[in-house]
């Protein structure tokens, strides 16, 4: 009997209508188009306009488009791991929110957040379950609403981000495609450098929390930006080393959109050229758990089975981590 691997089998996304350009936010902090796009790689952003929408309601989008395409129902699905930072609320999960609202009667789930690594981590925890034979339909869905817990008074951080949602389909694939190999890492350490200062157990929402407007992102670049050009340049390195993969066994490589620089530089040391990486940081900014499986669907119709594809990320904890996937279809 031939090895199980977890494939994905569709993939779908949704971006919100509302396009926020770096002209309109000109007009709101001290900045210009010329230094975000120098600097960024970031045109315009996309941004979940209306009241009491949640991520939840992007992934209804997302998801419904992706069970269109495989030609099979929520109930079909078995378990729903949710990635993302901006949950609906504290609880219940947005998983099981959902769930809910796509009528997935026969599926558990739960949220998994790791910031911008989420989806990497969500997609290795996904392909387990395929693996160990306990489930055959795994749903992972990886978005945030980032404007939700963004100072749009802060030029550092409100130029970077956006709303968007992916989600994919795992099924048991025996023909040697899927998920091959993962990495993930992760460094405590770095907290202090990219987080949400309040909203958590250890700093409760009050008064002062929110009058010091503390429950949004704070960032410390240029040290983020030391740490996730040389983890996640290096993780993905060391992906293709473990598996005795050269640049012109890359098909692709996909990359989390944080920044054209860090994106760049893991090229780079991958020694894969630009026309084999995806790239639409331009039109969507960082949505953070939403970025890879956002350029999964946006090159669908590029991707051809037994495909080789290099999947590599960094975010807030710090976190990093990589995934060598064959496609499936």
Same mark, same amino acid.
């Given at each position: ?157 409100? $130029?970077?981000?956006? @709303? /968007?949602? =992916?989600?994919?389909? +795992?099924?048991?694939?025996?023909? &040697?495609?899927?998920?091959?190999? *993962? $990495?993930?890492?992760? @460094? /405590?350490? =770095?907290?202090?450098? +990219?987080?949400?200062?309040?909203? &958590?157990?250890?700093?409760?929402? *009050?008064?002062?929390?929110? @009058? ?118």
């Amino acid at each position: 009997m031939n090895k199980i691997h977890a494939a994905i089998t569709a993939v779908h996304g949704y971006v919100p209508d509302y396009v926020l350009t770096n002209k309109e936010l000109e007009s709101i902090v001290e900045t210009t188009d010329e230094w975000i796009v120098s600097r960024t790689g970031i045109k315009e952003r996309r941004i979940l306009k209306g009241e009491g929408l949640g991520v939840s309601d992007m992934a209804v989008h997302a998801v419904n488009g992706l069970l269109e395409k495989r030609g099979i129902t929520a109930e079909e699905l078995d378990l729903i791991i949710f990635c993302t930072t901006t949950p609906d609320l504290p609880f219940p999960a947005s998983a099981n929110i959902l769930g809910a609202k796509i009528g997935a009667k026969n599926a558990w789930g739960y949220d998994l957040n790791a910031a911008c690594s989420g989806f990497i981590y969500g997609l290795s925890t996904g392909a387990q379950f395929i693996e160990a034979g306990k489930h055959k339909k795994v749903l992972v869905v990886g978005g945030d609403k980032m404007s939700s817990i963004v100072n749009y008074q802060d030029r550092t951080t409100c $130029i970077i981000f956006g @709303d /968007g949602c =992916g989600a994919v389909l +795992l099924e048991p694939n025996e023909e &040697g495609n899927g998920v091959m190999d *993962s $990495i993930l890492k992760s @460094d /405590g350490n =770095g907290m202090p450098y +990219l987080h949400q200062k309040a909203g &958590g157990s250890a700093r409760p929402a *009050s008064h002062e929390t929110v @009058d010091a407007n503390e429950h949004v992102v704070y960032q410390e670049g240029q040290t983020v930006f030391k740490f996730a050009v040389t983890n996640m340049a290096n993780v993905a390195a060391e992906i293709m080393d473990r598996n005795g993969l050269t640049s012109d066994d890359v098909t692709w490589l996909v990359p989390h959109q944080a920044n054209k620089r860090i994106i760049d530089a893991t090229s780079s040391r991958m020694g894969v050229g630009s026309e084999k990486v995806m790239v639409n940081i331009d039109r969507y900014g960082n949505t953070t758990n939403g970025t890879i499986p956002l350029c999964l669907w946006e090159w669908e119709s590029q991707l051809h089975k037994g495909d080789t594809l290099i999947l590599a990320a960094f975010g807030g904890g710090f976190t990093w981590g990589s995934v060598y996937l064959k496609w499936a279809y």
